[in-house]
């Protein structure tokens, strides 16, 4: 009995109906394990009113092994309710899985179920949508009060006539006209021309002639207002002319008017189709707008395709359009469920039978799926008279990662027809996320390619551009003095500038009304709003720049709130700030002079609980539906991780501080950014305005890249903007970690878990940081960290260019050091020391200090001296200066022979030490390389040649790093401590 039935099962389990067969199992008398069920055993209720924007968790509990579990929604609320994203899970042993139920397409009040199937059984919840209830069942009371205020009307009407007829009978008398001030008589002419008819307005009419527009919409617009017009006339002839099937994606971040182009560019194409009727000819294109973010709820992105493409034609009454829709909804849904649910559970073999009639109509209608859709969309075409339908998709970056890829996927598998255009406008990040998430570590350009044929990236805005659009905006405003101060700061984002002009209108209101309400002096405080400032006189010039030093310069805009003089010092100083948007700041002051106040506190009141820009960027990018990699997370759910983000902070900082020490006490480096022709010493605040994304810190062995790193990730722990920089070398990530992780099997939740390289940074994280694996993961999938990595060359080849492809598309923030020129999606800063004036300096001092005269050094030149290492050498352990001869010497060949005299090795004579190190270093020389590694086999038989036994290999390197002769960057690679020193030693040989 058992081995008929075990080839039964396993057949029926593939299709979701081994829980019915493993209930009538149980009522046979076969015994059957604990199965899933719902841990709640009461009705789910759901308001109808709160049905649209609520969320209600549904958590199902496991007291048996693992195993896959699957919930749908059966009943009449099938189309009223829905599981968000998977609904399938794998439950561990013992544990529990959470499902969100959600709108579904049509809500409405009813009864049905939430079934929940496995292999061990299936369990069932019932959900109830309830209406809401009448006025009068919330009410009762309300026709009694109603009848008593009737009653009150009618009695009332009678007295209150009487009382106005009693009024009009008594004669009235005119009230003599009262003297007018000499102030008021003179100040009517005035008003009576701002009236426009002779009347004086009231002081509630009296608003500036900028009133209207009072702040800038920020939807799409259908105008040019950019000088893009070239390239939608060209995206315009592409769509219509090319031969389809075709896909044109628009890529561009957030606020780059990808909306506003896809709008234009549909004129465009209407425009184009209009010229040829009028030239006789065809309209060829029929157009269809669809917003896969309104539907993204739907079990397959195809069905909403389908209607908004029937609803935008206007055929959604057509009979047989209808009748075609229903067919293609009836193959994409899951007919497994229904047969299912119909079976009755003692009756086993009648389940199976109706399981194999179901299966076959959906094999049978599915293999007919493509030409449905293709008699759908020709009858659609045909009614409308056109040969091409183009169809918009917008928005698709706000959806999830399941439905991203899933409307991707279906316009390769279902649209790629012959009279099909799609234009995709679609942010590139959340894009390349949700194909990561599904996908694990798969090229993500090699899946794309194969949808999209041709990609688009919105053009950057350029200056001139930037000033005209800024111009426009501020045209007829009263804040339009401000432009200088603006145009020096603004992001070149549309979006950006509109909401920063916006909020800036609105601060400039108040603060105009506060100086009102004051006087003259304008020093009256009211509330936390003051607008005195040196001359007593409010300037919109200056709201605007302590407004932009908060949302583009948060470090000076802290020292601002402490010294409210600084403005006053920007502006008076000629020292240029190393900060760019700062340093533009400061030019604007210079030009206003005078009009910059002493004490610029009054502007700081009404700027500090102003909105900020940033801020509601930031909440739209995580409130607007993405899920840039990881699945949606509450806010409840992200309060348990501020007490781990609190102590990795400290933690973080107190290591940084071990390692780089004072601030303060560190000369600036030199650095060159791509395409600058030379190198120029920067601050740290400069290097990190002047970067546009990922950083690679790159540049020769000993120039201060690692410390540079420190340094910066020291400088971002300051700045507190809810992330914190950790830093980590890369040997950190253990090869057990970074070895390949497949991507989840269809139907289970992706994670990022099933990154790579989140896996690794997990494990590194806990290991460096003390942190619980769980935190760790929370942490790098809810992008709370800023990556600084320290010493790239230390993956080994292979994993290196894994990880870097990784990196490229990571939408973490990532700041890494190696020897590498450049690498993908990072932009490249060369580190080619430091200020070598201040190098001398320092050492000269350090030599007055010891009483030597610094005269006996010679060819101490800044390229030597520029090299963070061998200051550091010298300055750390200034012993060396009391072995200095008397006489003058060349520094280099002094220091090198001293430092080979220095390497002592028990059991090794010193000219073995001179003759193996002077060899290695002549090798390096001829390959010219920068670093050497410890075990390497060509190291070790230079050593040998030289006497060196195997077992004295890793002492002697050791002892050379001691007497500064080498240094050693990464676990077992080593560079000699300048280039001139291992030229020196090279020559010996």
Sequence with gaps: ????????????????????????????????????????????????????????????????????????????????????G???????????????????????????????????GVDRLRVAVTAQSSLLERFPFLPYAGGFLLLVAFVAAPLTWRRHRRAQSQPHEQPQPQEQPQEQEEAEPAEAEIGGEGVAPSPAARVPAASEGFTHSDEPVRDDELNRAAYVRQLARLAREATPPMVIGVFGEWGTGKTSMLLQLREQLEELDKQAEELGEDAKCAFVWFDPWRHQHEDNPVLPLLHAIVN?????????????????????????????????????????????????RIRSERTRLDEYLGSLIDAALAAKGRERLVVFVDDLDRCDADRITGLLESLKLHFNRRNCVFVLGVAKGPLIAAVREKYGDEPVGDYLDKIIQFPFEMPRMSEADFKRYLDRLLAG??????????????????????????????????????????????????????????????????????????DRAPETYARLTEEPALLRRLAGSAEQPADATVAGI??????????????????????????????????????????????????QEELPLRGPLDDLAGLVRERLDRRVGDDGALIDPVVRFGGEAEPRARGLDEILGSRTGKLLLTGAAGT??????????????????????VFLPFAALKPEHTAHVPPPRAGQPATAGHSTYERALTHALAAEYGLSLADANAMLVRRRLILVLDGLEALNLSTRADFLAWAEHTEHDVIMTG???????????????????????????????????????????????????????????????????????????????????????????AGMVAEGLCEIAAEMTRRRTETFLGDDPDVRATLRRAGVRPMDVSPLLQAAVGAGLLRQCEPHVFHFVHRQVREHLAGRC
């Design 819 to 909: 020897r590498v020129g450049s690498a993908p999606g990072f932009e490249a800063v060369e580190v080619v020391g430091v200020v070598a004036a201040e190098a001398i300096a320092r050492l000269e001092t350090l030599l007055a200090t010891r009483r030597v005269d610094p005269g006996r050094l010679l060819g101490l030149t800044p390229e030597l001296l520029g090299s963070p290492a061998l200051l550091a050498l010298l300055t750390g352990a200034p012993e060396w200066i009391d072995e200095l001869p008397p006489e003058p010497v060349r520094f280099v060949p002094w220091y090198g022979e001293r430092a080979l005299a220095a390497t002592a090795v028990p059991g090794v004579e």
């Design 1 to 84: 009995m058992a081995r008929r039935l075990g080839p039964l099962l396993r057949s029926c389990a593939r299709v979701g109906l081994t829980a019915v067969i493993a209930a009538g199992l149980i009522a046979a008398g076969f015994p059957a394990r604990a199965a899933p069920e719902f841990l709640d055993e009461d009705q789910l209720s759901i308001p109808l009113e709160r049905l649209p924007t609520g969320t209600w968790p549904v958590v199902v509990v496991n007291p048996g092994p693992a195993v896959d579990v699957e919930v749908r929604v059966a009943g009449r609320l099938a189309d009223a309710i829905a599981v968000k």
């Design 312 to 360: 935008d034609l206007g055929l959604r009454n057509r009979e047989n359009v209808r009748q075609t829709l229903r067919t293609i909804s009836d193959v994409l849904g899951s007919l497994v469920l229904s047969a299912t649910l119909r079976v009755s559970l003692p009756d086993v073999r009648q389940s199976i039978e109706d399981y194999d009639g179901q299966h076959f």
């Design 477 to 550: 405003k009263e804040i339009e003095p401000a432009s200088g101060m603006l145009k020096c700061a603004l992001p070149r984002n549309p979006r950006s500038i509109k909401r920063f002009v916006n909020v800036l209108i609105l601060q400039d209101r108040v603060a105009r009304e506060a100086r009102d309400r004051a006087g003259d002096d304008g020093q009256e405080r009211h509330g936390r709003v003051t607008t005195g400032t040196s001359h007593g006189r409010y300037d919109v010039s200056i709201l605007a720049a302590v407004l932009l030093l908060r």
């Design 586 to 635: 400061a030019g604007e002051l210079r030009g206003l002079g005078e009009r910059v106040p002493h004490d610029a506190g009054s502007y700081i009141d009404l700027v500090r609980d102003s909105p900020q820009p940033s801020d509601v960027m930031a909440a739209e990018s995580q409130d607007d539906g993405r899920s840039s990699v990881a699945p949606w997370i509450s806010r």
């Design 704 to 725: 201060g890249k690692s410390v540079l790193a420190a340094r910066l990730a020291r400088r971002l722990s300051e700045r507190r903007d809810g992330r914190v920089p």
């Design 86 to 120: 998977a609904t399938r899970a794998r439950v561990p042993a013992g544990g529990v899985a959470t499902f969100t139920v959600v709108r579904g397409t049509r809500p409405h009040a009813g009864t049905g179920q939430l079934v929940l199937i496995s292999a061990d």
